[in-house]
């Protein structure tokens, strides 16, 4: 049984940093894109970043430069450093694994990001 587990959300005031952190407990198979989604209420959830097994990320326009997703593989652990951040960030954030072979999705609890103005 495969479990996603965040950390690291909480309450910031504008122009602080967070880091979130993803840890997947579970028969993950090795080839996988990990990545972090957010959403708000009454919105469809967005992606921010994802990174995939050999390190090739992507991010939302809106985050590029202010944010940065890491992994371990041998930890099973990704990271979501998030730097400057904006009221504009505030949301639910959702830790994402997509396996390459198979297809199987996974997402974890969401973690709640709060940015005061």
């Known amino acids: 049984q495969v479990r996603l587990v965040e950390s690291g959300g909480g309450l910031v005031q504008a122009g602080g940093s967070l880091r979130l952190s993803c840890v997947a407990f579970?028969?993950?198979?090795?080839?996988?894109?990990m990545g972090w989604y957010r959403q708000v209420p009454g919105k469809q959830r967005e992606a921010v970043t994802t990174i995939t097994t050999n390190g090739r990320t992507s991010y939302a326009d809106s985050v590029k430069g202010r944010f940065t997703i890491s992994r371990d593989n041998t930890k099973n652990t990704m990271y979501l450093q998030m730097d400057d951040l904006k009221p504009e960030d505030t949301a639910v954030y959702y830790c994402n694994v997509r396996e390459l072979i198979g297809g199987a999705n996974y997402w974890g609890q969401g973690t709640q990001v709060t940015v005061s103005s």
């Open positions: 579970g028969p993950i198979r090795s080839y996988n894109t």
